[in-house]
């Protein structure tokens, strides 16, 4: 592949027909692979990616787990086929790079803390690569920690913003990322909060602050389209199916909560016997201490786990 003669038509266009402001079409599908706990297929121009989370799950082995938190662990990959010229498999340097500035990506909006010594693990495979894949993954990797119902403040949006020939353009293109001036990968929360950013090249302080507000407006469409992936996959379970669930699951519920009324009833019987007038109104009152002294064990139970647990690290 050689440099273009030019990256701009007369009208001002891009080498693919955008505007200096739009980014290429993507299009995502959300749970994707039934074995991961969550995941995304992204397509964003040329570059496909499959992203896979598990987890949360305890972290093995034991003495890498951290007491007040979980850790979210990163694995960027491009397969062997991703590109024109074969990539040697396994870890490069490259990856090992992206795997760490993604991971970082996550941290400001993943509720760690609410999985102490848990790990939470994102994988995203680049299928094919077509320039800015870092940022195509970390699209791919927020969506699929979502369908993993991993909490989170927000998604992340990622988005690359460059200068070719002079001019500053979103979402760099292959040739545009090959042969231009400046390649400045971002991410940011959905407050605009920016998580990373990177660059490779030169620009002017009024182009660097230029080229965030273009920036901005990218993962702003970006997010937009990963909140329609959302919608559509949660969409999928419409009220029927949850009504049909609730209708076969009372019936039973129903059958326990009678006999063991009727066996309240027999004490209570036997108590009146007994005691007396003034029970009645105890047995009244018996009603709610009942349903309280029910939950006790449940929760003394998990303390002892807890405690046993504690005791066991
Ligand atoms: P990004 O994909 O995030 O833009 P780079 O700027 O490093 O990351 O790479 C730009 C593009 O160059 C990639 O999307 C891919 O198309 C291509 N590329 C990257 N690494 C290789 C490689 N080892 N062999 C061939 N092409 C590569």
Redesign the pocket.
Known sequence: MSKPEKFFDDEGLRLDGRRVDEIRPMKIEVGVLSRADGSCYLEWGN?KVLAGVFGPRELHPRRMQRPDTAIVRYRYS?AAF????R??PGP?R?ATE?SKVSREAFEPVVLTHLYPGAVIDVFAE?LQ?????????INAATIALADAGIPMKGLVSAC?VGKVDGKLVLD?G?DE??YGDA?L?VAMTQDGDVTLIQM?GNLTQDEFKEAMELVKVGCKQILEIQREALKDKFSQFDNEEIEEETVVEAPESEVEVEETIEAEVVMTEEAESEIGDEVEEDDENDDEPDEYTGDEPDENTDDEDVEEGETNE
Do not use: F, H, Q
């Open positions: 570059n491009m991703s590109v024109e010229d990539i040697r490069n490259r992206i680049v690569a077509d320039a800015g894949t870092r940022t195509a993954a690359a760099l292959k990322d090959n390649d990968p490779d």
